[in-house]
């Protein structure tokens, strides 16, 4: 049996999952910008996000759980009862999401496979990979040439100077400069090892 992997605080977890039969999660523009909304409100209290894609019929997301500590200063007095665990909070949003999409598709039963995926990441070199494989993955399934063109990954908010969720300044420390960070998405690369250890 698989062993689920605990988002731990402190952590950085690549976390991905995919349709229920390779359903589509994303039928139209407007399921996205709801996902990201949900996302915003279920997932941004609890996880700092470095990236993120949404493709048809599967998700990528990067992100470091928050500690207790940082919860808490983000939260008014009267809203410390509401604090629950990571995966809790993870499994809120795609409940919140596949109950929309069954009332808005006439659709009903689950939409995601179950339990969703997650990969500890343990060292910068490993984030760096990440990154840049969740923005390839719309090149890499034949929906754009370069990850700028594709609209629903954080590529663009990396390379941006306009306010952003996104822990940008992390991001770029990473590749060590934005010319680093864009001259890196500019070579293409073969991701099968990473995609092996996922079981992509």
């Known amino acids: 049996m698989q062993k689920i992997e605990t988002l731990e605080s402190g952590n950085y977890y ?9 359903e589509n999660l994303f039928k139209e523009n407007r399921n996205h910008e709801y996902f990201l909304m949900l996302y915003t409100k279920h997932i941004d209290p609890i996880a700092e996000t470095l990236a993120w894609c949404l493709l ?30 990571a995966h809790q909070s993870f499994g ?12 808005g598709y006439n659709r009903h039963g689950a939409l995601f496979e179950r339990p969703f995926k997650r990969k500890l990441i343990s060292n910068e070199s490993y984030l760096r990979s990440v990154i840049k494989y969740i923005h390839y993955n719309p090149v890499n399934h034949g929906f754009c040439e370069h990850p700028i063109e594709y609209p629903w990954s954080s590529y663009s908010a990396c390379i941006s100077e306009k306010s952003t969720k996104l822990k940008r300044e992390k991001v770029i420390s990473l590749f060590e400069n934005i010319e680093n960070l864009k001259s ?11 995609e092996e250890f996922l079981n992509l």
Request: glycine letters at 2%; charged letters at 25%; hydrophobic letters at 30%.
């Open 184 to 194: 890196s998405h500019n070579e293409k690369e073969n991701f099968t090892s990473l």
């Open 56 to 85: 048809k019929n599967h998700f990528h997301l990067l992100v470091r759980i928050k500690t207790f500590e940082e919860i808490l200063k983000s939260h008014k007095d009267y809203e410390i009862k509401k604090i629950i665990p």
């Open 14 to 22: 690549h976390i991905y999952n995919r349709g229920i039969n390779s």
């Open 92 to 103: 809120n949003l795609f409940n919140a999401y596949t109950k929309a999409i069954n009332k």
